[in-house]
């Protein structure tokens, strides 16, 4: 019997088997140290940031642009918006201009930053600092650093570079020379015995600078296009400062534009008297063309009459696509419904469609489903009322497709209408073109000439009440508000980012770490690659015993013991030529599988059954089992196949507490164990333990490391393939299918050994209590070993 295959299929025909994401999830878990330590850290990066990030401020103003439409003397007469939506727009632009900015930050001395720290912060102080420092011959472009610290009434303490340069002493209001230059340090109402010690740093910046730091900060949005409403808002470190530049960048663009409008309107009334006389020649003769034409078409208005039946045309278009999605939805319900039929399971609900009638069947049945499944886990389908509840199910599974027929009828019938009613609309809007047509030409021209018409005649009473009244171009709507809290830095946005970087970046490092790895690592992989019988898993154990690795016992319920009573189950269906396995050859492909543990823990559990198990270590050259056991003194195997003196009584040994169950140990190192596995012996061991034992349970050495295994072969029915999960290279399985296929040994199988119980679905690397490697010693544990896969 073949075990753990996919329905005959070859190993080429099978497809790849998917990533389980709740695998995956289990896996990122298993980490959770990591996602621990990385949150914490990247948590406690951006609280530092936040802490020393100053604090924004916003100050938001409402303006209006003045335009002939909300300007009152002349809205009346204003009717086009085209020119201005271009006017504010360019008003928009003027406002962001670099000149403007820095005239506004020279007026109200915005480019000197005076800052007091408060904690890891430095707070501005642009209305309530202490001192004022005035630098002799300062220009626009001057920057300097200085930290003022008041010391009495009429003494500061000033320090150049935020208090690593010189101190020097200087009296209030008092012009002094020092190596910054001369300076005046002047008072402010703020000064008094509280502000004694307080440092002060004080930043200068060039104008030119200040001006480009306000316009990164300034936000100018267009409210209403017709109206010519802005909404100015600045982000600065002091709310007091934001509003100050905002009104000040207000004031100095009503002068600007004062002095321009004068100089505008003399040459703009010259050349729209010349254009009026032009154009109205032109509409003159396009309104005669116009009037013949619709005398012509006795008045009749063809473009409101296809647009009338072009947008009903468009309204059963819609209704039709509506249509056409519910009965493609009805019809993949149904679809689906036949598909699932005779299937206890659950039908989807709030699909979308609009038969009310057929959600509520769906909810009923899906409630009663629920109800027979939990009743069906508890006894069993023969329970009377669960036969009940699948009446009443197949009852109420008719008449959902009978209301799902209904519903698609109606659909169908509602279809038919719409298209009809579609077809009647469309065809009556195509013959309104050929009216529209007759005139289309005319009318484009009689519009252009209007609209230019009416647009300079707009233009000029709008010029000359600019020359009879001279008015600023920006009107305050809402004075400057500012923001009572800061609007920066969020210190939970900044703890949600560094919380987020924290799960997000180990993460991302561990799922790119488990794509790159290559060990075999689940059930999956080795059924996704091999058509070779696979028996069962034996699960990850941590528990020890004081003398030897058997950890089943015969009335446990442990996982380990439940996995070795499944591989023995499935180990009685691998007969050959209709004779049950009696020896059992355990190997594996590199050390370290863990096959001498599998070998005791299933020899055990063999007699745990009352059958009669005989366990041999035939690994002549290291004897692992037997040192495992503790028999690794004495006569054994390798002294019974070199010397023909020697009986099997000799050599036979037992464990105190272990009935049913006699060890051979492997006796000394052998230096030719081929030649003697080869020799008559082995044959003649094999064939009178046969006749005293049930089971034989051979632990062999690893085929891929030596040739015993392969001249082992001759004498087992059954040979047991040991993959430890995370030691096996993935790429390796191919050479273990093309053992099985080219029948190298007897009646080959496939255990997958090291699974940790309820763990990420990927594999374990150690044995925990009953690790060992073959010759190597234990793995040593580290930083990297929290890295390995659980």
Same mark, same amino acid.
């Given at each position: !019997? ?6 005959g299929?070859?190993? @080429? ?14 896996y ?18 951006y ?10 401020y916003?100050?938001?103003?409402? *303006? ?16 086009t918006?085209?020119?201005n ?12 201009s ?29 209305t ?11 220009s626009?472009?001057? %920057?300097?650093?200085l ?19 010189e ?30 010690g307080?440092?002060?740093w004080?930043?200068? $910046?060039?104008?030119g ?14 409210l ?5 409403? &802005? ?7 002091? /709310? ?11 004031? =100095?663009? %009503?002068?600007?534009a004062? $002095?321009?409008?004068?100089q ?15 154009i109205?020649?032109?509409l003159?003769?396009?309104e ?20 009338m039946?072009?947008?009903?045309? $468009?309204?059963f278009q819609?209704?039709?696509t ?14 689906y ?14 699909t ?42 197949a ?30 609309a ?14 289309l030409?005319?009318e ?12 300079l005649?707009?233009?000029?009473e709008?010029n000359?009440?600019?020359?009879? !009244? ?15 809290a /800061? ?16 799960i997000? &970046? ?5 799922l790119?770490? &488990? ?14 690659a ?8 034996? /699960? ?16 446990? $319920?442990?996982p ?44 055990a559990?063999?007699a @745990? ?5 005989? =366990? ?5 050259r290291k ?18 196949l ?13 464990i ?6 006699d ?13 003697? &596995?080869m ?6 061991? !094999? ?46 399985? /191919? ?7 080219e ?6 199988? *496939? ?14 690397y150690?044995?925990?209590g009953?690790?060992y ?18």
């Open positions: !019997m073949r075990v753990s295959q996919y329905g299929m070859t190993v @080429n025909e099978k497809k790849e088997q998917s990533i389980n994401v709740v695998d995956i999830v289990k990122l878990f298993s980490k959770w140290i990591w996602f621990f330590l990385s949150v914490l850290i990247f948590g406690a990066v609280y530092y940031q936040y802490s020393k990030s100053p604090y924004i916003q100050s938001t103003q409402t *303006v209006m642009i003045k335009t002939p439409q909300n300007t009152p003397t002349t809205a009346r007469l204003t009717r918006n085209v020119a939506t271009v006017n504010v727009k360019s008003e928009i632009l003027q406002l962001r670099k000149e403007l900015m820095q005239t506004t930050v020279e007026r109200i001395g915005a480019g000197t930053n005076y800052l007091e720290r408060s904690g890891l912060r430095y707070n501005e102080l642009y309530t600092t202490p001192v004022e420092v005035i630098m002799e011959r300062e626009a472009n001057s %920057n300097y650093e930290s003022v610290t008041p010391l009495d009434k009429t003494h500061v303490e000033v320090t150049d570079k935020l208090g690593e340069g101190k020097v002493k200087v009296e209030l209001n008092k012009a002094t020379k020092t190596v910054f230059g001369t300076l005046t340090v002047k008072p402010t109402p703020f000064y008094n015995e509280k502000s004694y307080r440092t002060i004080i930043n200068k $910046r060039s104008v600078a200040a001006a480009v730091y306000f316009l990164s900060k300034l936000d100018i949005r267009q209403d296009g017709e109206a010519g409403l &802005l909404q100015i808002s600045l982000e600065d470190v002091n /709310p007091q400062r934001a509003a100050a530049v905002i009104t000040e960048l207000i004031a =100095v663009y %009503n002068e600007v004062l $002095r321009d409008k004068n505008i309107a003399v040459n703009t009334e010259e050349f729209i008297r010349d254009r009026l006389a032009i109205e020649a032109e003159g003769s396009v005669s063309d116009l009037e013949r034409l619709q005398t012509a078409n006795q008045g009749m208005d063809a473009k409101t009459e296809g647009q039946y072009l947008s009903d045309s $468009r309204q819609s209704e039709r509506k249509i056409e999605t519910d009965i493609n939805l009805a019809n993949m319900m149904r679809e419904l036949t598909e699932k039929d005779g299937q206890y399971e659950l039908m989807p609900n709030n979308g469609l609009v038969d009310a009638n057929v959600e509520n069947q769906l909810n009923e049945y899906n409630a009663m489903l629920l109800r027979r499944n939990r009743l069906v886990e508890g006894s069993s389908t023969a329970n009377p009322v669960v036969a009940d509840l699948d009446r009443n199910l009852s109420i599974r008719d008449n959902i497709y009978e209301a799902m027929d209904n519903a698609m009828r109606g659909l169908d019938i509602k279809l038919n209408n719409v298209i009809r009613e579609e077809q009647t469309r065809g009556k809007a195509t013959q309104a073109p050929r009216k529209q047509r007759m005139m030409s005319v484009r021209q009689q519009k252009v000439k209007e609209e230019l018409y009416l647009y005649l707009n233009k000029r709008e000359a009440i600019n020359r009879a !009244m001279t008015d600023e171009s920006i009107r305050i709507v809402d004075a400057a508000t500012r923001s009572n /800061p609007i920066a830095p969020s210190k939970y946005g900044k703890l949600t980012t560094g919380v987020a970087i924290g997000v &970046l180990p993460a991302a490092i561990l790119i770490m &488990l794509m790159l790895d290559t060990k075999v690592r689940s059930r999956q992989d080795i059924e996704g091999l058509s070779v019988p696979f028996l069962g898993e034996i /699960p990850l154990s941590r528990r020890k015993t004081k003398d030897h690795s058997i950890l089943v016992t015969d009335t446990g $319920r442990d380990l013991t439940e996995a070795f009573r499944i591989l023995r189950t499935n180990i009685s269906f691998m007969s050959r030529d209709g004779k049950e396995a009696q020896v059992i050859l355990l190997t594996s492909f590199t050390i370290g599988a863990g096959k001498t543990f599998s070998s005791l823990n299933l020899a559990t063999l @745990n059954m009352g059958k009669k198990v005989a =366990v041999l270590d035939l690994d002549l004897g692992t089992l037997s040192s495992r056991v503790g028999l690794n003194e004495g006569k054994g195997l390798s002294h019974y070199s010397k023909s003196d020697i009986q099997m009584e000799d050599i036979r040994q037992t105190d507490g272990m009935e049913n169950l060890f051979f140990s492997f006796g000394a190192i052998a230096p030719n164990p081929v030649v003697l &596995l020799g008559q012996r082995l044959d003649t061991l !094999m064939h009178e333990l046969r006749s005293q034992y049930d089971y034989i349970i051979v632990d062999g050495v690893p085929m891929g490391v030596v040739a015993d295994a392969a001249i082992m072969d001759r004498i087992s029915d059954l040979t047991l393939f040991i993959i430890r999960t995370g030691k096996m290279d993935r790429r390796q399985l /191919p050479d273990i299918e093309r053992i099985y296929t029948k190298k040994v007897n009646n080959l199988a *496939v255990v997958l050994n090291g699974i940790k119980p309820g763990g990420s679905g990927y594999g374990s150690g044995y925990g009953y690790g490697g073959y010759g190597y010693g234990e793995e040593k544990k580290g930083l990297r070993g929290l890295f390995k896969k659980n």
